[in-house]
């Protein structure tokens, strides 16, 4: 990492929220149209995002060799994608601890001369074991799960819509900040905005779904969205450890994919660990 960097509080940009919509706009159509068809397409799209966030981690971590250390984690996350579609969830924590060692020892091995290499090591095997485990979710709650498209369209809508929620209510409202000494610009109206969001999905997928506990599904709705704003959270953390506002420009009005995606592995990782502790998903959720 390359140490702490203050961010002041950012003035508003009046044309973020036109480039948020648009990339939006682009951005989901391919997202559903995999989650909806599932295999090989499901695969071969979080595949493609592997890399990327891959990419985006190890420049974080500010490491002369950024190739080769984010390839060995692109192959560590692609192949826990890959296990968990074919062999299950098992083989696939497998993949994700032994590409954890080889990124480690990349990192050892790496020439980039610093008090901090043992750090640096320590963020990127961090950051593989993460990324791993919430793409080994991601994987398992679609193509494992009886219902695992209407369960991940779920968690894609309670996820976007409480963005969409923070966004909103924070931009309009401002007032107290939320976490000033990790993410200057994030807000309390925006929390609730982001839990009005996800209520809503909730409401909506009762009445679709005619789901037998309203109270369930809503208050799983709420529980997910609160989960993804730690994830967004934890993740301006680790942007601030090493001094940068986005992981890249890669998306415009968001940044980076792993900006994007923050919440949603989050969320991820914690409804994957419900469903799998509970043996499935309830019948009143869905």
Known sequence: MRGVTAHPVAEPDPGEGTRRVVSALVLAPPALFAVYFGTPVFEAVLV???AVLAWEWTGLCNVRRLFLIAGVMTAALGGAV??????????????????????????IADPQVSDARTERALWLVSGTVYLGL????????????????????????????????AYVLGRTIGGPRLAVSISPNKTWAG??????????VGVATVGLMRAGNAALLIAASVALVAVAQVGDLAESWVKRRAGVKDTSRLIP???????????????AAV???SVGLMGGVPAAWM
């Open 48 to 50: 493609l995002c592997c």
């Open 191 to 200: 929390f609730f905005g982001a839990i009005a969001g996800a209520t809503v």
């Open 82 to 107: 890959a296990a968990t579609s074919l062999s299950g969830t098992v083989p696939a924590l497998g993949v994700v601890l032994i590409g954890a060692v080889v990124v480690l020892g990349a990192a």
């Open 271 to 273: 409804l994957a660990l």
């Open 253 to 267: 009005g968001h940044g980076g994919l792993l900006d994007r995606v923050d919440g949603l592995l989050a969320a």
């Open 134 to 165: 919430s793409i080994v979710a991601l994987t398992w709650l679609r193509l494992k799960l009886g219902d695992g498209r209407g369960v991940f369209i779920w968690l894609l809508a309670v996820v976007w819509t409480g963005d969409i929620g």
